[in-house]
Nanobody
């Protein structure tokens, strides 16, 4: 399973960015898809998560500003980020949880991350 993020960059405070993440490969079913972020000197934190059925959950610091969505047919997840603040600056990682036919358990795969910098 390969997980690849895209869409990061430099944006001014108050601006918007849309991140995308694609899970590719074969022989698996995608379950949850999540976005995490890690700022310098800080622990990685959950930004948003979405189940295969579309149930979402957000970290407190991004509620009302970020929206997670997914396209199950394409195994893709998106993060629309609005009203960005300097404290949103971090490397954003996509995590995909998959299951395989006749193999017990769920397995998580991470992308390499995409940098988001919010600065004037």
């Amino acid at each position: 399973v390969q997980v690849v993020e895209s869409g990061g960059g430099l944006v001014q405070p108050g601006g918007s960015l849309r991140l995308s993440c694609a899970a590719s490969g074969s022989g698996f079913r995608v379950n949850a898809m999540d976005w995490y972020r890690q700022a310098p000197g800080k622990q990685r934190e959950l930004v948003a998560e979405i189940s295969s059925g579309g149930i979402t959950n957000y970290g407190d610091s991004v509620k009302g500003r970020f929206t997670i969505s997914r396209d199950n047919a394409k195994n893709m997840v998106y993060l629309q980020m609005n009203s960005l603040k300097p404290e949103d600056t971090a490397v954003y990682y996509c995590r995909t949880v998959i299951s395989r036919l006749r193999v017990p358990g769920n397995y998580a795969y991470w992308g390499r991350g995409t940098q988001v910098t919010v600065s004037s």
